[in-house]
T-cell receptor, first 112, second 116 residues
C-alpha cells in the first residue's frame, strides 16, 4: 500500500522567504506526482504535475522536483507572499490506475 | 472553459437518511473520481468512473455507491448515514486518453456534508 508523508505538518515563514515543502512516498512505482493547493473549506487547485520520467517541473514562482528512486518530491515556492498561505498536498498515482494517494499536507502561513 | 462543478455545496442530514451528491466534470473529460476528506483521515479515494463503468474502488462500505451517466456526469450516494460520514466530498475529473496516459486531475469545490 502506498504511504505518502509530508513533513512538517505546519510551518510559518516571513514574507519574502523561500518555501521548501517535502513529500515522501514508499512505493517508487509511480506514474506521476501532482502538487495541489487547498484553501480552508475549499477544493483542491492543481499546481504542478510531474511525470515519472521527469526530474522537475516549473510554473512561475513554483518549482517541483522528483527523485523517484528515493521516493521524494520537493515543492519550492520562491519569494513567498501572504497569498501563498494555504495547505499544500502532494499526491501520487500508480501505473494503470487513476487513483491518487495523498499526503496529509503542509499547512503554510506566510507572515506579512 | 468551465471547471468541475459539484452540487449541492452544503448539506445537512440526520443519521439514517440517505444523500445524493452530483459532479459535472470538465467538458471532454471522461474519468470522474470521488474522494472523502476528513480532518483525521485526510483525503481518501472512494471510487472512479470511466465511460459509465466503475473502474476502481476504495476501501469504503457498500453504503457508498456511485454511477456515471453517458454525458460523464457522476453521482454518488450514501445510504443510512452515520455521524462519521460528515466530511468534505470532492470529485475530480481528468482527460483519459485511450492509450492510457493519465492526465492531470482537476478538482471541484466539494460538497460539505454534515450528519447530525
Amino acid at each position: 500500500k502506498q504511504e505518502v508523508t509530508q513533513i512538517p505538518a505546519a510551518l510559518s515563514v516571513p514574507e519574502g522567504e523561500n518555501l521548501v515543502l517535502n513529500c515522501s512516498f514508499t512505493d517508487s512505482a509511480i506514474y506521476n506526482l501532482q502538487w495541489f493547493r487547498q484553501d480552508p473549506g475549499k477544493g483542491l487547485t492543481s499546481l504542478l504535475l510531474i511525470q515519472s520520467s521527469q526530474r522537475e517541473q516549473t510554473s512561475g514562482r513554483l518549482n517541483a522536483s522528483l527523485d523517484k528512486s528515493s521516493g521524494r518530491s520537493t515543492l519550492y515556492i520562491a519569494a513567498s507572499q501572504p497569498g501563498d498561505s494555504a495547505t499544500y498536498l502532494c499526491a501520487v498515482r500508480r501505473y494503470g490506475n487513476n487513483r491518487l494517494a495523498f499526503g496529509k499536507g503542509n499547512q503554510v502561513v506566510v507572515i506579512p | 472553459k468551465a471547471g468541475v462543478t459539484q452540487t449541492p455545496r452544503y448539506l445537512i442530514k440526520t443519521r439514517g437518511q440517505q444523500v445524493t451528491l452530483s459532479c459535472s466534470p470538465i467538458s471532454g473529460h471522461r474519468s470522474v473520481s470521488w474522494y472523502q476528506q476528513t480532518p483525521g483521515q485526510g483525503l481518501q479515494f472512494l471510487f472512479e468512473y470511466f465511460s459509465e463503468t466503475q473502474r476502481n474502488k476504495g476501501n469504503f462500505p457498500g453504503r457508498f455507491s456511485g454511477r456515471q451517466f453517458s454525458n460523464s456526469r457522476s453521482e454518488m450516494n450514501v445510504s443510512t448515514l452515520e455521524l462519521g460520514d460528515s466530511a468534505l466530498y470532492l470529485c475530480a475529473s481528468s482527460l483519459d486518453l485511450d492509450r492510457g496516459w493519465y492526465n492531470e486531475q482537476f478538482f471541484g469545490p466539494g460538497t460539505r456534508l454534515t450528519v447530525l
